[in-house]
């Protein structure tokens, strides 16, 4: 019997463009592919010998003769690339409209009624990148005290402040009543508090992000599980993306390895249930960055700190391991890319070198989390514990 399921979710570490990937302009990426020809390779023994290198039409990765896992690639149903799209999706939402993004920044009709609520002007409101905004704002908004918004090719509307000129608390707040303003034909994914310190010409992002997001339109497994008096453990930003929703208990985290103690200390407790991860550094620190060389060192830390994730696995745990959207740092510019993702399962529970082929929805490992722990179905997905389990 199987009583706990460990979802970890490497932020936008796709394997390469979906069928539809001309329409998003993604045609050629390939996270993984791209960054190992880029490096010329990596070690990733551990994840390679779960199964990685074995995944359908993957590019990179070696191929073992008896993977230990089960291993699969997801094709996204729902119509998007973004994190919320993704993680919903896993979890049983089908998003058939995208997110409404903004490329030439945000209209008056959104801008006069925030900076109405929260007595001040505003810098920028255009798309750019986080760092370079705060460069080339960041003096200006010291001397003014007006924070930075800004967006991106996502749907995200996010502020930017210094944390000793708007403190933390308010940095929030504000960011509460962009959300509550952001609504109907201007519902953004995701508003996102971006707080930096330093001084000019030195300005660093802080691990203070907060991210606020849209709460989702119906049930998903999460609420099914929470619902049954299952434990639904969240780290890092799982319980931002999901607002909250279907979550008992919440962790954030400072950085990918920050993320894997966490997901281990709750290992370690004696819950049943759920802990699901989200390790976001691989988007937020370096796909975003086109950091090539980082990204390729990330998946290499990770992949040595798996080996303790196994050792702490109990006998009635099962192991996930997947992405929710590409991110190729090789790719012209910032964006992220539509891709197929990666999946691993593993667990003393499941069969070994199982192909599980090609899936056509993330909601899938939904179905399969709510199958495994016995409880409601969600919406969409099909469940595939019976190709895996003993």
Not at 21 to 45: H, M, S
Not at 181 to 210: E, M, Q, Y
Not at 380 to 388: M, Q
């Amino acid at each position: 019997m199987i009583n706990r399921v460990i979802w970890i979710v490497l932020d936008s570490v796709g394997m390469g463009e979906l069928p539809d990937a001309e329409k998003y302009g993604d045609v050629g990426a390939n996270t993984i592919g791209n960054i190992w020809n880029a490096l010329g390779g990596l070690k990733i023994p551990n994840m390679e010998k779960l199964g990685y290198g074995n995944i359908e039409s993957i590019k990179g990765p070696k191929k073992v003769q008896d993977a230990v896992g089960c291993y699969a690639r997801f094709a996204e149903m729902s119509n998007g690339k973004d994190t919320t799209t993704g993680h919903w999706e896993m979890c049983g939402i089908y998003s058939e409209n995208p997110f409404p993004t903004y490329p030439n920044g945000f209209p008056n009709e959104v801008m006069d009624e925030f900076e109405k609520q929260i007595g001040t002007k505003t810098l920028a409101n255009k798309p750019a990148s986080g760092t370079v905004i705060i460069e080339e704002l960041g003096e200006e908004h010291m001397k003014t005290g007006y924070p930075i918004v800004y967006t991106s090719a996502d749907s995200v509307f996010q502020i930017a402040a210094h944390e000793e000129v708007i403190p933390l608390e308010k940095l929030y707040e504000m960011c509460r009543k962009a959300r509550n303003i952001l609504k109907g034909k201007h519902a953004v994914a995701r508003v996102i508090a971006r707080p930096f310190v330093g001084k000019p010409g030195d300005f660093t992002r802080t691990s203070n992000r907060r991210d606020f997001s849209l709460t989702p339109p119906y049930d998903t497994v999460l609420d099914n599980l929470k619902n049954s008096n299952s434990n639904v453990m969240a780290v890092g930003k799982i319980e931002d993306i999901f607002s909250g929703q279907g979550v008992t208990e919440a962790v954030h985290t400072k950085d990918n390895m920050d993320g894997v103690d966490k997901t281990l200390e709750y290992m370690k407790q004696d819950k049943k249930g759920l802990i699901f991860t989200n390790l976001v550094d691989f988007d937020m620190k370096w796909g975003h960055r086109n950091n090539v060389e980082a990204y390729g060192r990330g998946l290499e830390a990770f992949d040595a700190r798996l080996p303790e994730i196994l050792e702490a696995m109990r006998d009635d745990d099962v192991l996930f391991i997947t992405a929710d959207h590409g991110c190729d740092p090789t790719y012209p510019g910032t964006d992220h890319t539509r891709e197929y993702v990666p999946f691993l399962a593993y667990g003393k529970a499941l069969k070994q070198n199982v192909n599980l082929g090609t899936k056509t929805t993330f909601a899938d490992m939904g179905q399969t989390v709510a199958e495994i722990l016995n409880v409601k179905p969600i919406k969409y997905g099909k469940s595939f514990l019976n190709e895996i389990v003993k």
